[in-house]
C-alpha cells in the first residue's frame, strides 16, 4: 500500500512539474509605447518612442533609431540603441501590458528610466 501511495504520489509530481515546464510562455509580441525620462547627463528628457516585439526580437518605429535586442520568456528586456554614431543599452522587463526599467548613453553621460504600455488594438463598428 505504501509502495502504491508513493508511486502515485511520483506520478502526480512528474506530471505537475512536466506540465509547468512545458507551459506556454506570456507574449509579448505587439507594439509597445516607450516613454523615456532622463534623469541625468544632457539628453531630453520625456521622449516617447514605439517599438513592435515579434518573436521575442524588439525593432523601432520610423524615428532613425536602430533598436537591437529581445525580450524573454519571463519578459526581460535586453537591447543595444543606436542613432548615428550615439549608442547606448536599455534593460528591464515586460509583464502582459507594461513594462519598465533603465537605460544609458555613457558616450553623452545620460542615463534614465523608461516606461512602456502595450498598445492595444480596439474593434470598430460600422
Do not use: Y
Request: aromatic share 4%; with cysteine.
Amino acid at each position: 500500500m505504501l509502495k502504491r501511495t508513493l508511486a502515485v504520489l511520483s506520478l502526480t509530481t512528474g506530471v505537475i512539474l512536466s506540465g509547468s515546464a512545458q507551459a506556454e510562455p506570456v507574449k509579448f509580441d505587439g507594439t509597445w509605447s516607450v516613454q523615456l525620462e532622463a534623469s541625468a547627463g544632457m539628453c531630453g528628457s520625456g521622449v516617447s518612442q514605439t517599438l513592435t516585439v515579434q518573436d521575442g526580437r524588439v525593432r523601432a518605429g520610423s524615428s532613425g533609431l536602430s533598436v537591437s535586442g529581445q525580450v524573454g520568456p519571463s519578459g526581460l528586456v535586453s537591447l543595444a540603441l543606436q542613432k548615428g554614431p550615439v549608442q547606448g543599452t536599455a534593460s528591464g522587463k515586460l509583464s502582459r501590458a507594461s513594462g519598465s526599467g533603465t537605460w544609458m548613453v555613457s558616450t553623452l553621460g545620460c542615463s534614465g528610466s523608461w516606461t512602456a504600455q502595450r498598445q492595444t488594438i480596439t474593434a470598430q463598428t460600422f
